[in-house]
Nanobody, 125 residues
Framework: QVQLVESGGGLVQAGGSLRLSCTRS????????MAWFRQAPGKEREFVAL???????SYADSVKGRFTISRDNTKNTVYLQMNSLNPEDTANYYC???????????????????WGQGTQVTVSS
């Protein structure tokens, strides 16, 4: 069974940066889609970014140009570098993985089978 542990959240001022990490254990299979979602209070969980097993990436329009997702398969870890943060980025950020997600559903949280516990990101104005 896959386990995911996120870290790197915290409190930052608007315009600042944070880097989130998510380390996967429990499986030696490396062909995973790894993604970040976020959920703010009273809102639905929303897609942020993903990286396919070949390293290609996809981003939500709201974070494009500010956030960068990357992965290190040797460490079973995915990162989310977040720059130019603003208060609207405040949320609990979740790492999610799956071995296979239909391409047309890649932004849908319900298609990812394994989730981390979340890490809180708070951006003050």
């Amino acid at each position: 069974q896959v386990q995911l542990v996120e870290s790197g959240g915290g409190l930052v001022q608007a315009g600042g940066s944070l880097r989130l990490s998510c380390t996967r254990s429990g499986s030696t299979f490396n062909s995973f889609i790894m993604a970040w979602f976020r959920q703010a209070p009273g809102k639905e969980r929303e897609f942020v970014a993903l990286t396919w097993s070949d390293g290609s990436t996809s981003y939500a329009d709201s974070v494009k140009g500010r956030f960068t997702i990357s992965r290190d398969n040797t460490k079973n870890t995915v990162y989310l570098q977040m720059n130019s943060l603003n208060p609207e980025d405040t949320a609990n950020y979740y790492c999610a993985v799956d071995r296979s997600v239909p391409y047309r559903f890649r932004y849908r949280a319900e298609y990812y089978s394994s989730w981390g516990q979340g890490t809180q990101v708070t951006v003050s104005s």
